[in-house]
C-alpha cells in the first residue's frame, strides 16, 4: 500500500491538473444550474405564452380570412343582384311585363287596365316602378296566379292586393294589384 501511495505522489504533475480541471467544471456547473436553470425555466414558461399567443392570432386570422371570403362572396352577389335584378328600365320593363301577362294566362285569370307610375329613389339611384292592374277569377286561380308572381324569376315586389267587386261570374272575384320592381337609374354616368 505504501508503494501505491508514493507513485501517486510522484505522478502529482500528471493527474493534478486533470483533478483541478473536474474541480473546476463542477464548480461552473452547479453554479450553471443555480443561475441559468432559472432563466432557462422562465425562458421556456415565456415561450408556451408566445406559443399560445401565436395559436390565437393563427385563429384570428383564420376567421379574419373567413370574414374576407364572406365580404368578397357578397361583394359579388350585390354586384350580380345590381347587375341582373336592377339593370336599366330599357332593358327589363318590357320583360317584368310580359312575365306578369304570362303568369296571369298560366294561372287562368283576365287581367285589364294596366297603369304603370313610377317612383324615383334618387338617393340609391333607382326607380320604383309599379304595374297597377285588375284581376279576375276564381279565388282558387288568383292564389296561384298571386303565388306565381312571388315566386316569378323577375325581381318582383308585391305591393297590393284590395278587391275591387265581385267579377262577372257569381264565382269570380276582381282584385286590384300593385306589383312593382326596382330599375337602376344612372349606367355608368347616364339616365337609363
Not at 294561372?107 to 324615383?120: H, I, L, M, N, Q
Not at 339611384?125 to 285588375?134: A, E, G, K, Q, T
Request: proline share 1%; charged share 30%; net charge positive.
Amino acid at each position: 500500500m505504501i508503494g501505491s501511495a508514493m507513485a501517486w505522489r510522484r505522478m502529482l504533475k500528471i493527474w493534478l491538473p486533470g483533478l483541478l480541471l473536474l474541480l473546476v467544471n463542477l464548480g461552473v456547473l452547479s453554479t450553471y444550474r443555480l443561475l441559468f436553470a432559472g432563466q432557462t425555466q422562465m425562458r421556456s414558461s415565456r415561450v408556451e405564452r408566445l406559443s399560445a399567443s401565436l395559436a390565437e392570432l393563427e385563429e384570428h386570422r383564420r376567421a379574419l380570412d373567413e370574414v374576407m371570403v364572406r365580404a368578397e362572396i357578397n361583394r359579388l352577389r350585390v354586384e350580380e343582384f345590381y347587375g341582373r335584378w336592377l339593370s336599366s328600365e330599357a332593358d327589363r320593363l318590357t320583360q317584368v311585363i310580359a312575365e306578369v301577362k304570362r303568369m296571369a294566362q298560366a294561372a287562368g285569370v283576365k287581367t285589364s287596365g294596366f297603369r304603370y307610375p313610377d317612383e324615383a329613389l334618387e338617393e340609391l339611384d333607382l326607380v320604383r316602378r309599379s304595374i297597377v292592374f285588375s284581376v279576375e277569377g276564381s279565388y282558387k286561380d288568383l292564389r296561384r296566379f298571386v303565388h306565381a308572381l312571388e315566386r316569378s324569376e323577375q325581381f318582383l315586389i308585391l305591393d297590393e292586393i284590395g278587391l275591387n267587386e265581385t267579377g262577372g261570374k257569381s264565382s269570380d272575384v276582381r282584385v286590384r294589384i300593385s306589383v312593382s320592381t326596382l330599375f337602376l337609374t344612372n349606367l355608368e354616368g347616364g339616365k337609363a
